[in-house]
């Protein structure tokens, strides 16, 4: 599956999209990543682990999840190659893990929140999101690129991110 994330100027314009594509309200999710960077790395885009510790999750896991994944940037569109993704009952336990297996080679570097809702229609989901200290957006989620690339081009946009959110908010945030 390929995505993009835009900012949004304006979320009414995305409530109204999504009511007149018929787009599906699927779930609300509420959650904190507690974002951790490779020590050896070049970019948290390339290489990002979290502890994800939900407030709301509708979703069928448990509530705390710790992932490994690497984000890949073709032509503006983002896929992911998770390599890890492991769930726990308690963020202690998942601290834990994290620690006892990647302290050598990760440090925590930053807590990013986020809450939204995630729509479905056909062959896209769009998760419209609130994160902290970003604002809106949206992230679209497809296989088929056009159909991203036909969403965006409908939208009044502030900015299309080509990098990962944990990335973006690394350099907006200007941690060292």
């Known amino acids: 599956m390929f995505y993009s994330r835009v900012l949004l100027k304006n979320e009414t314009e995305i409530k109204k999209y999504l009511q007149d594509n018929h787009y599906q309200k699927v779930c609300e999710f509420s959650f904190y990543d507690l974002i951790y960077i490779n020590k050896n790395g070049n970019s948290i885009t390339d290489d990002t682990l979290k502890i994800r510790v939900y407030y709301h999750n509708e979703w069928k896991n448990k509530n705390v999840l710790v992932i490994l994944k690497k984000a890949i940037f073709t032509n503006g569109q983002k896929e992911d190659r998770v390599l890890l993704r492991k769930e726990f009952d308690m963020p202690e336990s998942a601290i834990k893990y994290v620690e006892e297996n990647y302290e050598e080679q990760y440090t925590f570097a930053f807590k990013l929140e986020k809450s939204g809702v995630q729509y479905l229609t056909g062959t896209v989901t769009i998760w419209l999101e609130d994160i902290v200290d970003l604002g809106t957006s949206i992230e ?29 908010m690394y350099k907006k945030l200007n941690i060292q």
């Open 140 to 168: 679209i989620g497809s296989e088929n690129v056009e159909a991203i690339d036909s969403i965006i081009q409908q939208l009044d946009i502030v900015e299309k991110l080509d990098l990962s959110v944990p990335e973006y």
